[in-house]
């Protein structure tokens, strides 16, 4: 599977990308982020220099395209970590 910028793939996941699409690993403070050159570029000129200044970049009001998660975060149990917020939702 190739690689996809966390932007992109957001905004349009079902896009596909010629041969020179490339994507590169951007380190910030939270965690790494997966950026295509453009989107890159973009967050350089800007001057995102903190993970939550990249995803306002990238976002609208509540919305951002960079999710807070890294793709690599995989649950380490089946537990919620909640019952739910509704009286009528299953516990375990």
């Given at each position: 599977?190739?690689?996809?910028?966390?932007?992109?793939?957001?905004?349009?996941?079902?896009?596909?990308?010629?041969?020179?699409?490339?994507?590169?690993?951007?380190?910030?403070?939270?965690?790494?982020?997966?950026l295509?050159?453009?989107?890159?570029?973009?967050?350089?000129?800007?001057?995102?220099?903190?993970?939550?200044?990249?995803?306002?970049?990238?976002?609208?009001?509540?919305?951002?395209?960079?999710?807070?998660?890294?793709?690599?975060?995989?649950k380490?149990?089946?537990?919620?970590?909640?019952?739910?917020?509704?009286?009528?939702?299953?516990?375990?």
């Amino acid at each position: 599977m190739q690689n996809r910028c966390e932007v992109c793939d957001n905004f349009r996941p079902q896009a596909e990308f010629g041969g020179r699409y490339k994507v590169v690993t951007v380190l910030f403070d939270v965690r790494p982020v997966q950026l295509c050159v453009g989107h890159a570029k973009i967050a350089l000129n800007s001057g995102a220099t903190s993970f939550e200044s990249l995803r306002e970049l990238y976002g609208t009001g509540r919305r951002s395209y960079v999710p807070r998660r890294g793709r690599d975060v995989t649950k380490t149990d089946d537990q919620r970590r909640s019952p739910g917020r509704r009286a009528s939702d299953v516990t375990c």
